[in-house]
């Protein structure tokens, strides 16, 4: 029977004699399921044999809350599990748990069994949560934009300080303080908390933010944005806040309901420049916006996802009256599949609608290349409208993977710092509809790019993405972007 249990030590077992006996804590980085060892020919076969979880034990938490690591894990005190089933579960475990980004190592193994009696060690290494850093950003839409028209110029950068508090409580809760000038004048508080209920299912997050911009852009211009600018004035100002509830029944989805309150105002020069930025040539729009919001992940790596799936969709009202009408649905997805030991193949889709079709505001009609809904090789452009979405497909192969070892001091301990290389090609096809195009050639029209890159991935999910696209206006370059999903 026993041997049965030394193939679900994880990474770290080797074949035990017919006895119970506990198994040293492992290495932090110590279990890989390829190092299991194969257990030796039984007497007869007990493939419908359960094993009893007894007891889990935890280690490593200084700072996150016992019940925050078993909310995540698969599997329960008292639950019984074939072996196959439970070696698939400690592996589920550990993916789940680096996934809520709370730490940088994780192990899941068995600590010690007595027949079929199972305890489990689940050890954990936390990063650093709180991080008050200084605030240094362009505002344009992607980097190249920024260094190439815009000659990385100093008036197009916010600056300021930021407070990131990442597990203020232990609950996985998140605080975000900001305080910037330079482009935009700005001021926002947002906290995020998992959990407030005992059954650790409801959450909520609240956000305020208030500013105001000497610049604005006020029109798109042969499929680009066009910007105003008063030196002497502020051309916008501006207050948005927005309370969530989030359901979490099991694991891998999160459902939002959210209302918000929005409140802009722009001076008189830009409803003169264009009288459809607002309706009817308004200076200023008040209005309240209910939504019902899903987000789904089982991949293996949220930061970087090399296989599994990704959704995120959202359902809203924005508005009650003519002044500010609109219904809107935004659906994303991508799914990743391994093609080999260190490659990948990914597709990621994207769609957007809103309604009525007809007499949508400039304010409203933002589709292609705002956020991370983008075409790669289409950095320089906007494409406006009312629907519309894209579909990118990428072939990825990890080309190199190496650590970086930082010395230690009395406080703190060693450090090694992972560095994973990808070479990558990949191809875009995208469309977006338009009834008031007015002089943009981009919308209306099916939109294809190609090309080939380089990511490099490393702590704390930082991700820089080096790529060479091609678009069918027959123009190619390099371009940089930190997003990795979508």
Same mark, same amino acid.
């Given at each position: 029977?026993?041997?049965?249990?030394?193939?679900?030590?994880?990474?770290?077992?080797?074949?035990?004699?017919?006895?119970?006996?506990?198994?040293?804590?492992?290495?932090?980085?110590?279990?890989?399921?390829?190092?299991?060892?194969?257990?030796?020919?039984?007497?007869?076969?007990?493939?419908?044999?359960?094993?009893?979880?007894?007891?889990?034990?935890?280690?490593?938490?200084?700072?996150?809350?016992?019940?925050?690591?078993?909310?995540?894990?698969?599997?329960?005190?008292?639950?019984?599990?074939?072996?196959?089933?439970?070696?698939?579960?400690?592996?589920?475990?550990?993916?789940?748990?680096?996934?809520?980004?709370?730490?940088?190592?994780?192990?899941?193994?068995?600590?010690?069994?007595?027949?079929?009696?199972?305890? &489990?060690?689940?050890? @954990?290494?936390?990063?650093?949560? =709180?991080?008050?850093?200084? $605030? %240094? *950003?362009?505002?344009?839409?992607?980097?190249?934009?920024?260094?190439?028209?815009?000659?990385?110029?100093?008036?197009?950068?916010?600056?300021?300080?930021?407070?990131?508090?990442?597990?203020?409580?232990?609950?996985?809760?998140?605080?975000?303080?900001?305080?910037?000038?330079?482009?935009?004048?700005?001021?926002?508080?947002?906290?995020?908390?998992?959990?407030?209920?005992?059954?650790?299912?409801?959450?909520?997050?609240?956000?305020?933010?208030?500013?105001?911009?000497?610049?604005?852009?006020?029109?798109?211009?042969?499929?680009?944005?066009?910007?105003?600018?008063?030196?002497?004035?502020?051309?916008?100002?501006?207050?948005?806040?927005?309370?969530?509830?989030?359901?979490?029944?099991?694991?891998?989805?999160?459902?939002?309901?959210?209302?918000?309150? &929005?409140?802009?105002? @722009?001076?008189?020069?830009?409803? =003169?420049?264009?009288?459809? $930025? %607002? *309706?009817?040539?308004?200076?200023?729009?008040?209005?309240?916006?209910?939504?019902?919001?899903?987000?789904?992940?089982?991949?293996?790596?949220?930061?970087?996802?090399?296989?599994?799936?990704?959704?995120?969709?959202?359902?809203?009202?924005?508005?009650?009256?003519?002044?500010?009408?609109?219904?809107?649905?935004?659906?994303?997805?991508?799914?990743?599949?391994?093609?080999?030991?260190?490659?990948?193949?990914?597709?990621?889709?994207?769609?957007?609608?809103?309604?009525?079709?007809?007499?949508?505001?400039?304010?409203?009609?933002?589709?292609?290349?705002?956020?991370?809904?983008?075409?790669?090789?289409?950095?320089?452009?906007?494409?406006?409208?009312?629907?519309?979405?894209?579909?990118?497909?990428?072939?990825?192969?990890?080309?190199?993977?190496?650590?970086?070892?930082?010395?230690?001091?009395?406080?703190?301990?060693?450090?090694?710092?992972?560095?994973?290389?990808?070479?990558?090609?990949?191809?875009?096809?995208?469309?977006?509809?338009?009834?008031?195009?007015?002089?943009?050639?981009?919308?209306?029209?099916?939109?294809?790019?190609?090309?080939?890159?380089?990511?490099?991935?490393?702590?704390?999910?930082?991700?820089?993405?080096?790529?060479?696209?091609?678009?069918?206006?027959?123009?190619?370059?390099?371009?940089?972007?930190?997003?990795?999903?979508?």
């Amino acid at each position: 029977m026993v041997w049965l249990l030394a193939a679900v030590l994880t990474t770290v077992i080797t074949v035990l004699p017919a006895r119970a006996q506990t198994i040293p804590e492992p290495a932090i980085d110590s279990v890989r399921l390829t190092d299991i060892a194969a257990p030796p020919t039984p007497m007869s076969s007990p493939d419908d044999s359960l094993f009893h979880i007894k007891r889990i034990f935890v280690t490593g938490n200084r700072k996150t809350k016992e019940p925050v690591i078993l909310r995540e894990l698969p599997f329960r005190v008292g639950d019984n599990y074939r072996l196959q089933d439970l070696v698939q579960n400690f592996e589920k475990a550990r993916k789940q748990l680096m996934n809520t980004t709370l730490f940088h190592e994780v192990v899941v193994a068995l600590k010690s069994f007595n027949g079929y009696d199972v305890e &489990v060690l689940v050890q @954990v290494k936390e990063r650093w949560y =709180i991080f008050p850093l200084p $605030y %240094f *950003k362009p505002v344009d839409r992607n980097l190249n934009q920024w260094l190439v028209e815009q000659k990385a110029s100093l008036s197009r950068v916010n600056y300021g300080v930021k407070l990131l508090y990442n597990n203020v409580t232990g609950f996985n809760d998140k605080l975000r303080l900001y305080a910037i000038t330079g482009y935009t004048q700005q001021f926002s508080l947002g906290y995020d908390r998992m959990y407030i209920d005992r059954a650790m299912k409801w959450g909520m997050n609240v956000n305020v933010a208030l500013g105001k911009n000497r610049e604005i852009n006020y029109k798109t211009i042969d499929d680009k944005q066009a910007f105003l600018k008063d030196e002497n004035d502020y051309l916008r100002n501006f207050f948005n806040s927005s309370l969530e509830l989030t359901y979490r029944r099991a694991i891998k989805t999160r459902h939002r309901f959210g209302i918000a309150y &929005v409140s802009e105002r @722009v001076s008189d020069s830009v409803a =003169i420049s264009n009288p459809s $930025y %607002f *309706k009817f040539g308004r200076t200023q729009v008040r209005y309240p916006e209910i939504y019902y919001g899903m987000n789904y992940f089982d991949v293996d790596y949220i930061p970087y996802p090399t296989k599994g799936y990704v959704a995120d969709f959202t359902v809203g009202k924005r508005g009650l009256n003519n002044t500010m009408n609109m219904w809107y649905i935004n659906a994303k997805g991508m799914g990743s599949w391994h093609t080999g030991k260190n490659s990948f193949f990914s597709l990621a889709l994207a769609g957007s609608l809103k309604a009525p079709f007809r007499r949508q505001p400039y304010f409203n009609k933002r589709i292609l290349g705002y956020g991370d809904v983008f075409m790669q090789g289409y950095e320089y452009y906007v494409v406006d409208g009312v629907a519309g979405g894209y579909a990118k497909a990428t072939f990825a192969k990890k080309i190199v993977s190496f650590k970086i070892r930082i010395p230690g001091t009395r406080k703190l301990a060693p450090q090694q710092i992972p560095i994973n290389i990808y070479g990558k090609t990949f191809g875009n096809l995208g469309y977006v509809y338009d009834p008031e195009p007015g002089n943009n050639i981009l919308s209306n029209r099916v939109l294809v790019s190609g090309g080939f890159g380089i990511d490099v991935f490393t702590i704390y999910d930082w991700t820089v993405k080096f790529e060479w696209s091609f678009n069918q206006l027959g123009q190619n370059g390099l371009y940089l972007h930190r997003k990795t999903i979508f």
